[in-house]
């Protein structure tokens, strides 16, 4: 029977694991065509998907991590169908008066969605099985495009044009499959497959070999290649586009040309995401800047605004400022006389908080270590920190610990590092000192000689101490790395703070810049701006007071950024400024 007229049914489903035997169904959505020309690409908006949450086993808790992948929340998981009624539903919708019997059901990557769907039956229709097979537009697209970057079904719908939602549901997967289905139709009859046994024949067939000469060619994209290739070779931002000129990601660049040109050279070391990712990009639009650093932080600002699919870190959603009281027992989403300490992101400080009341209250919970360990080795561990070491005077006295001792600790820790890490950098000059002098003939032989001796340690060995299970030892260094995490994060909050209001001159790549921040916004560089020192930062002494993650985000990102500058270039002035400086 011809594909074209005959009723397909289109499914998908979304679960909370990757197989049926450790997950369930969460979400099932399916859309019955009456035949492939009944709906043209343009109007694929229109379908009447089906989609039904589907409720779990003894009511379980969606996971977090499901939460955020598909943006279902507990409190939609009330409306929850019984998985019986979804069955019967749908067995319902195959079976319309005087309609074509359904024969397949498309899904994408099908392999996975009849595994689920081939259980759900098994449990609610009893001794019937499925009444489809099942055709995967994945595997039809891994024939038709072999040199495309990715055929995930994001990446092959933004190829022909679909933009799917960034959550996964199934009411839009369904459609995308639809409108991937539409366009795989036509480039299957041009290559004379027109009947479905043609298509399953097809499909039988192994996938077609990539010859090692291809795999060294470019890939497939719908971008015109001399767009990318046109690009300055200077510092900026890029935005990669797709179809509707949609931002998909946002990024800086030393060189707008050498960046923008790695994401399509070579198959090899690219993930999945970026596969998917550059299958979608129709077009670039580039902005460019003095130096490496002003597009980072242009790039930071731009991540804020238009909140691109692909971009994962720097973005808004679901991250706040915290602010501290002096002893650490009050937090508050502004700063303010009463919480002074700060900013932090959300809860990254709560782990010493929790160590501390853990050790107070002589509980062990799991969470402090992502579960990785007992209570019964939570609590040798918290023996030995006071057995031993900086904690120790704490042991018979334990109300007299706070989190501001705990923080003076991690202090401790934080200004052994730096002073290794210096004396490693000491050394290394004075080697390289040596190294312009002499030939080192003789010190290379024995670098040599420690090589091979490490060489012959056995890899059983190697592999038993990866493989070990965690002990009290390793919560130990948790614990301390815990303190030293924290105890980072307050000085860096303090360093933020310092370039709030500030002038800073530095060099970059050779060119030398002058930038202005006023309550963390950067000013335009025609600005006068009043070069008056102050002892307090702003008119107000909470410098934070209605100030945002993007602040945040800009700022952190400005002291990376001089960290790199200072260390390659070796040049950077930074001059407070008043609040109240602009002209």
């Not at 499901?66 to 539903?89: C, F, P, R, Y």
């Not at 139709?185 to 097809?202: F, H, M, N, R, T």
């Not at 000129?245 to 040309?257: E, F, H, P, R």
Request: proline content about 4%; overall charge negative.
């Amino acid at each position: 029977m011809k594909l074209a007229d005959q009723p397909f049914l289109f499914l998908d489903c979304q679960t909370t694991g990757a197989t049926p035997q450790s997950a369930n169904i969460l979400e099932l959505g399916w859309y019955l065509s009456a035949d492939s020309k009944a709906l043209s690409q343009s109007s694929q908006a229109t379908l009447s998907v089906k989609s039904r949450l589907i409720r779990q086993p003894d009511d379980q808790v969606l996971p977090m991590r499901i939460q955020k992948i598909t943006g279902i929340t507990a409190e939609a998981m009330h409306d929850a169908h019984l998985a019986s009624d979804v069955v019967n539903e749908l067995m319902q919708d195959l079976a319309p008066p005087g309609q074509a019997k359904v024969r397949f059901a498309v899904a994408h990557y099908a392999q996975f969605e009849h595994a689920f769907v081939n259980q759900l039956f098994a449990d609610h229709v009893p001794g019937q099985g499925l009444p489809f097979d099942f055709i995967c537009t994945c595997q039809i697209a891994k024939r038709l495009y072999p040199d495309l970057p990715s055929r995930a079904i994001r990446a092959l719908g933004g190829y022909f044009g679909f933009s799917l939602t960034e959550m996964k549901r199934s009411s839009c997967h369904v459609e995308a499959t639809y409108f991937i289905w539409q366009r795989l139709l036509a480039d299957l009859a041009a290559i004379g497959i027109v009947e479905d046994e043609q298509l399953i024949e097809w499909l039988r067939q192994p996938l077609p070999k990539v010859s090692a000469k291809a795999k060294k060619n470019p890939y497939a994209i719908p971008m015109e290649r001399l767009k990318r290739l046109d690009l300055p070779a200077s510092p900026g931002i890029y935005r990669m586009l797709n179809c509707d000129g949609k931002i998909l990601y946002v990024g800086k660049a030393t060189s707008l040309k050498s960046r923008v040109n790695s994401y399509f050279r070579g198959r090899k070391g690219k993930d999945s995401k970026t596969k998917e990712l550059i299958s979608q990009i129709f077009d670039i639009a580039v902005e460019v800047v003095a130096t490496p650093l002003e597009a980072a932080l242009l790039e930071t600002d731009l991540i804020k605004k238009h909140d691109p699919p692909y971009n994962r870190a720097l973005r808004q959603r679901g991250r706040v400022l915290n602010f501290y009281s002096a002893d650490f027992s009050q937090v508050s989403l502004q700063q303010d006389s009463a919480h002074i300490i700060g900013p932090f992101i959300s809860d990254t400080f709560k782990p010493l908080l929790d160590f501390l009341q853990a050790l107070q209250s002589q509980t062990y919970p799991l969470d402090l270590f992502w579960g990785l360990a007992s209570e019964e080795l939570i609590a040798k561990a918290f023996d030995l920190v006071l057995e031993d070491g900086p904690l120790a005077k704490y042991k018979n006295n334990i109300d007299d610990l706070t989190a501001r001792r705990l923080l003076a600790i991690g202090m401790s820790s934080v200004r052994q590092e730096i002073n290794c890490l210096r004396a490693e950098k000491r050394e290394q000059a004075r080697l390289e000192a040596i190294a312009a002098l002499d030939d080192l003939s003789d010190s290379s032989a024995e670098l040599e000689s420690e090589e091979c001796d490490s060489d012959d340690l056995e890899s059983d060995d190697l592999e038993s101490d990866e493989d070990r299970e965690i002990d009290e030892n390793d919560l130990v260094e948790m614990i301390y790395g815990i303190l030293a995490r924290s105890a980072k994060l307050h000085l860096q909050a303090k360093k933020l703070t310092s370039l709030l209001n500030s002038r800073i001159a530095f060099s970059d790549g050779g060119v030398s810049r002058n930038l202005s921040f006023i309550d963390g916004q950067l000013l335009d560089s025609h600005a006068e701006v009043n070069l008056s020192t102050s002892t307090s930062s702003s008119t107000s002494i909470w410098p934070w007071t209605n100030l945002e993650i993007d602040t945040y985000d800009r700022m952190r990102v400005l002291l990376t950024e001089l960290a790199r500058v200072s260390q390659k270039d070796k040049h950077v002035e930074i001059v407070k400024l008043t609040r109240n400086s602009r002209r």
